[in-house]
Nanobody, 123 residues
């Protein structure tokens, strides 16, 4: 089992920044690829960014490319999502997820999920 706890969400004005954190516990964190997904009201959960087990590969959704950066600190067993130039359309609940080794764009491929943290961007 891997337990994931997100933090860092909140209310921010458009153009602002936030950094989300996802603290992991349980099995060996460094064996897992980590990802951030988000879900807005009435919409499906969508991939935001992912990082593979050793941090050597990252992927971003086109909608957040050049604005969001995912990173991980295996010593602190934490993954981060730095979000810059936030837009109202970024408003959603953001979830951290884990799966073995390699990134996937598909939520169904992730084994472990956090409870989510709300991000609200006002115009």
């Amino acid at each position: 089992q891997v337990q994931l706890v997100e933090s860092g969400g909140g209310l921010v004005q458009a153009g602002g920044s936030l950094r989300l954190s996802c603290a992991a516990s349980g099995r060996t964190f460094s064996d897992y690829a980590m990802a951030w997904f988000r879900q807005a009201p009435g919409k499906e959960r969508e991939f935001v960014a992912g990082i593979n087990w050793n941090g050597g590969n990252t992927l971003n959704a086109d909608s957040v490319k050049d604005r969001f950066t995912i990173s991980r600190d295996n010593a602190k067993i934490t993954v981060y999502l730095r979000m810059n130039s936030l837009k109202p359309e970024d408003t959603a609940v953001y979830y951290c997820a884990a799966r073995p080794w390699h990134i996937s764009y598909y939520a169904a491929n992730y084994d472990y999920w956090g409870q989510g943290t709300q991000v609200t961007v006002s115009s």
